[in-house]
């Protein structure tokens, strides 16, 4: 899904069928206490509530999530979201679905924008789908590398959008209090996007690897990796893609981590994570799938590097889409990060 770019296509697809997304595995971050560097204390949101457009229109920012800080040119900082979630306020029914698109984004703190090009966030998107779906519970988490020396102002944001909105027709939704923005610092901080022509639709039945990145760790023992897939399912009738014949999409995702000799070579067995399980109905669409593997130095065999990648097993159902690129404002889709601790 490209929230802001392809958003209409979205809006008219979230008055569908009602049915969940289900996840099994490990997302949440080390605490930032283990970082190398201390972090500042995160940001943390009252109530905010807002209304649903009809197409996606611009973010509107959680206040009280906001994190200043200052960085030097090329100095990278761990950002993620804590306690974040949406609700429904306005009763809902099925069919009622509501596209949702959480995101990072970050920018001078004088409020201008990144240099031109820059990678300014990422983003977490699915639909809440009524009436078995109350709210949703979004894992936002990226790596902000500052452009040049100055001082830096990110924060967390959100816009929620449904076809359902015609004749005048309102839905608020709510961002519960609590949301915050955390920030740390670690010896090793790599981040990686997938590129917009690496994009790849998975048929049923294949095992796709994507989001590849070598990662070349420093630092203390401990290693956290962590890759985000951007997923649309091929519903029938999709202009997104095409081959859609079901109701209903099972799929796996998970990360292997393949040791490595400093000139490439493949040493020793790949270290697998924990395997995520996802059903994207037509009326689901879309989720963000939030993957995370832990491991240490000792488990890479005495190689100094390993390469990362993405699994994404389609079980059933309709072909899947695995977004690359930027949605606008260079928010990133389908992403990675790691780091030591």
């Known amino acids: 899904m490209r929230p802001l770019r392809i958003a209409s296509v979205l809006a008219l697809l979230t008055a569908t069928l009602s049915t969940t997304a289900t996840a099994t595995a490990a997302t949440s971050p080390p605490a930032s206490p283990q970082a190398q560097t201390t972090a500042a204390a995160p940001a943390a949101s009252a109530d905010f509530d807002l209304q649903v457009t009809r197409k996606a229109a611009e973010y509107k920012d959680i206040p009280g999530t906001e994190l200043t800080f200052a960085a030097t040119a090329g100095e990278r900082s761990y950002l993620w979201s804590r306690n974040l979630s949406v609700t429904n306020v306005t009763p809902l029914s099925s069919g009622d679905n509501i596209g949702n698109t959480f995101a990072v984004r ?30 949703l519970v979004p894992s936002v988490r990226w790596v902000f590398e500052a452009p040049t020396a100055g001082q830096y102002r990110c924060r967390l944001s959100i816009v929620s959008y449904s076809s359902i909105i015609v004749n005048g027709r309102t839905v608020t939704m709510r961002v519960p209090a609590g949301a915050e923005l955390a920030r740390a610092q670690y010896a090793t901080n790599a981040r990686w996007t997938l590129p917009e022509a690496n994009s790849t639709v998975v048929p049923t039945g294949v095992t796709a690897t994507t989001l590849g990145y070598t990662v070349t760790p420093t630092g203390p023992d401990r290693i956290a990796v962590l890759q985000d897939a951007a997923l649309t399912a091929c519903v029938p009738g999709s202009t997104i893609c095409g081959g859609g014949t079901s109701t209903s999409t099972s799929v796996e995702t998970w990360i292997e981590a393949q040791p490595q000799t400093a000139d490439g070579v493949a040493c020793g067995t790949p270290v697998k994570g924990p395997v995520a399980q996802w059903v994207i109905s037509n009326a689901k669409h879309h989720l963000s799938a939030a993957n995370t593997l832990y491991l240490t130095k000792s488990q890479l065999r005495g190689c100094d590097r390993f390469r990362a990648s993405l699994k994404v097993r389609n079980i059933a159902g309709n072909p899947v889409k695995v977004h690359g ?3 606008d404002g260079e928010i990133a889709a389908t992403h990675g990060l790691a780091f030591t601790y």
Do not use: K, M, Q
Not at 106 to 133: F, H, I, K, Q
């Open 106 to 135: 970050c920018r001078y703190a004088d409020g201008s924008a990144l240099p031109a090009g820059t990678e300014a966030g990422s983003y977490w998107a699915a639909n809440l789908v009524p009436p078995g779906e109350t709210s």
């Open 325 to 327: 690129g930027h949605a």
